[in-house]
């Protein structure tokens, strides 16, 4: 089984940038559905932005136009930029690959944006 380790999340100030990554020990290549997901103290886990294999990309409506999911399957590596960054984006990231019960995630990140 996969196995994933998040990474890149700290604290930044409004309108600035962060990447993180999802390091996978093994390959990724054939897992169709990779995401990010994110929870913010008290609320529920939200579906960030999603990635299939051939590269289809799709995103929740708060981050649309400013965070870009990507994959890097011969790094193993999944992505994800987030450009102008709020507050309201202050959260555990968690990446996710594969779907359903079959879905494993990694420890999760925190970002934390201030005003």
């Known amino acids: 089984q996969v196995q994933l380790v998040e990474s890149g999340g700290g604290l930044v100030q409004a309108g600035e940038s962060l990447r993180l990554s999802c390091a996978a020990s093994?390959?990724?290549?054939?897992?169709?559905?990779m995401g990010w997901y994110r929870q913010a103290q008290g609320n529920a886990r939200e579906m960030v932005a999603g990635?299939?294999?051939?590269?289809?990309?799709f995103y929740g409506d708060s981050v649309k136009g400013r965070f870009t999911i990507s994959r890097d399957n011969v790094q193993n590596t999944l992505y994800l930029q987030m450009n102008s960054l709020v507050p309201e984006d202050t959260a555990v990231y968690y990446c996710v690959a594969g779907q359903g019960r079959a879905a494993r995630w990694g420890q999760g990140t925190q970002v934390t944006v201030s005003s």
């Open positions: 990635i299939t294999g051939i590269g289809s990309t």
């Open positions: 093994g390959s990724i290549s054939s897992i169709n559905f």
